[in-house]
């Protein structure tokens, strides 16, 4: 485990099968839930990059074609360890056109884990359907819709972020 990630105290490891059924289980729980017609949505927006996996995922099971895309670039700031803050900032924004105040538009990410991304893209787009496939308790509310919630201690490793690998045996042969 890299230095970043001592803090957390249980790893949660998710392959592209689970990812997957997990995406699709956020499509079902979304399907007819639009302020559209029958219940259909505008647009798909996902948050790059994790958030790309999940939004290709529900916009083909919910059949929209209209699929944009929002780059938020997280950093810390401050002087020392002790007062830096974690800020966010947009880098890539999804055509303002068809986002208007976000009414209609399902915007997707991976997880929410402190709620800094969401929170940052609600305050543009209030009236959008935040949904994320996994939900830590610090910014579950921000996250309208999500399928398994993890705890604050736990932190989540995606399949894009693994590689299979060589593992010794528990026991080593004599
Ligand atoms: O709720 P928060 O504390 O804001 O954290 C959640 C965000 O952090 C991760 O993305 P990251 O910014 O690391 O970029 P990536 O998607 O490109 O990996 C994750 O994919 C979420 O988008
Ligand atoms: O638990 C996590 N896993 C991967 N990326 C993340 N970004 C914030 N929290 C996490
Ligand atoms: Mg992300």
Do not use: C, N, T
């Given at each position: 485990m890299s230095?970043?990630?001592?803090?957390?105290?249980?790893?949660?490891?998710?392959?592209w099968d689970q990812i997957h059924r997990d995406a699709?289980?956020?499509a079902w729980r979304l399907d007819g839930k639009g302020?559209?017609?029958?219940?259909?949505?505008?647009?798909v927006v996902g948050i790059t990059r994790g958030?790309?996996?999940?939004?290709?995922?529900?916009?083909?099971?919910?059949?929209?074609?209209?699929?944009?895309?929002?780059?938020?670039?997280?950093?810390?700031?401050g002087g020392g360890k002790a007062d830096q803050r974690r800020e966010a900032q947009v880098i890539k924004a999804p055509n303002a056109e068809l986002m208007g105040d976000g009414a209609g538009i399902l915007i997707v990410d991976d997880l929410v884990d402190s709620g800094k991304t969401l929170e940052l893209i609600r305050g543009l787009y209030p009236k959008a359907h935040f949904a994320c496939v996994y939900a830590k308790p610090e910014g579950e509310k921000q996250a309208d819709t999500y399928i398994t919630s993890v705890s604050q201690d736990t932190?989540?490793?995606?399949?894009?972020?693994?590689?299979?690998?060589y593992v010794q045996p528990m026991r080593g042969s004599d």
């Open positions: 230095a970043d990630r001592l803090p957390y105290e249980k790893g949660f490891h998710v392959s699709r289980a956020l302020p559209g017609e029958g219940g259909a949505w505008k647009a958030g790309l996996v999940p939004a290709m995922i529900v916009s083909r099971e919910l059949d929209i074609r209209v699929v944009d895309s929002i780059s938020v670039k997280s950093y810390h700031s932190w989540i490793f995606f399949p894009w972020d693994m590689a299979l690998q």
